[in-house]
């Protein structure tokens, strides 16, 4: 088939179509049912108690420093700006760099804020406390699930131009909003547990991307069958 | 051009995209036309062999059509039509090393021996008669290349191809003869 045939035939074939959804209908959609995934994950794990008493001690028992509360504000920032450097992946011409380059200096100052956690724990300053085992690592992936794959559906429907890329960072916008859950759900709230059993859960996300990647990429459609190889 | 016409052509194609959007066909056409240009250059840059420029092109057509509801108006439309482009390209070097890569263990396979020890001699008879089943382009690249021993470059040179036609053509010469062996139960 020479191109003129082909113009032709795409021309002929026309269809009016709905514009993709702007990144702040993305963003606002994905927040709002990553939320409620959070939420009954968390009640079916029936640890949250849904009063606002409940609420506050369990924030006030997490929170209670100012490093462990900056290190959750730089989780959920983690998760908005790689969420928004996938979809921007996924609209040919948009420019992801900067809200990629922002999701990795953020998560860096995560960990840093966990290693300073750390520091003060090792020391002694910090009074902390063991509570139970929790099955942190797996309820990282737990809590990820929902946020992720919502990420991937939404995307999908856009033309990604990078697969891999635009996987590994709804990995990481998934695992961050996993890893922030479990911190608020953890009856675990030591520095060295948040580093060992919920960071370490997150750093799985290149691994999580390239499974992603599988179903981002927008595969070119031979034209000829003799093309296939 | 100057950067005050690729500004007007910029905004040109823009506004044909969104009218395109909307279902206008004949807006589409003329757009695909002037894409066509210059996708065909962005291509031509990368790309020697002209058959396959026209594929790939034909290609980023397919793709700039499914991927025609994530332009948006209010931004400029090179960076988005170039982004697929590139895209399209990418794999079309991805495929290109594939195919290479057969190549080479198919080549390789041919000179091990057999799992037993044991190797496989072929009748020349029999061989020239499978080769004879093949289509004529790869029948010659096979031949040229395996029979009479030419490199890539000669075997395209007789055959006015270019080189990566020639690699492509005895890659799938290579295949297609190794089923029609297998059916005629002379290989393993």
Known sequence: ?229 | MAPDGEEQLQFILGTLMQKAQEGDSVSYEKLLKECRSLIHSFLAKRIRDSESVEDVLQEVLVSVHRARHTYDPSRPFFPWVYSIARRRYIDYVRKQTRIYENEVQDETMTHLPAKTEKMVFLDREILDQAISRLPEKQKLAVMYMKLENLSVKETAEKLSMSESAVKVNAHRGYKALRKILEKMEYTE
Request: hydrophobic share 55%.
């Open chain 1, 1 to 229: 088939m020479n191109s003129d045939r082909l113009i032709h035939e795409l021309a002929g074939d026309l269809k009016p179509v709905r514009r993709s959804y702007s990144i702040w209908s993305v963003l606002v959609l994905w927040t709002v049912l990553s939320v409620v995934w959070a939420v009954l994950t968390g009640w079916m794990y029936g640890i949250f108690e849904f009063t606002e008493e409940g609420m506050i001690a369990r924030f006030s028992f997490h929170y209670d420093s100012f490093w462990s509360l900056v290190a959750a504000i730089a989780g959920v920032a983690v998760a908005f700006l790689s969420a928004a450097g996938a979809y921007m992946l996924s609209i040919p011409g948009r420019r992801s760099k900067p809200a990629r380059t922002a999701g990795i200096v953020l998560l860096v100052l995560w960990a840093l804020l966990l290693f300073y956690g750390l520091a003060l724990e090792l020391s002694g300053s910090f009074r902390s406390e063991h509570v139970a085992v929790f099955p942190c690592f797996g309820s990282v992936f737990l809590f990820a699930l929902g946020p992720s794959v919502l990420l991937i559906f939404l995307l999908r429907k856009n033309f990604v131009t990078n697969p891999l890329r635009t996987g590994i960072f709804s990995a990481l916008a998934g695992l961050a909003v996993g890893t922030v859950c479990v911190s608020v759900y953890c009856p675990d709230s030591r520095a060295s547990h948040g580093m060992v059993s919920h960071f370490t859960a997150l750093l799985a996300f290149p691994l999580l991307g390239l499974l992603f990647a599988k179903f981002l990429d927008t595969p070119s459609q031979p034209l000829h069958k003799d093309d296939e190889l």
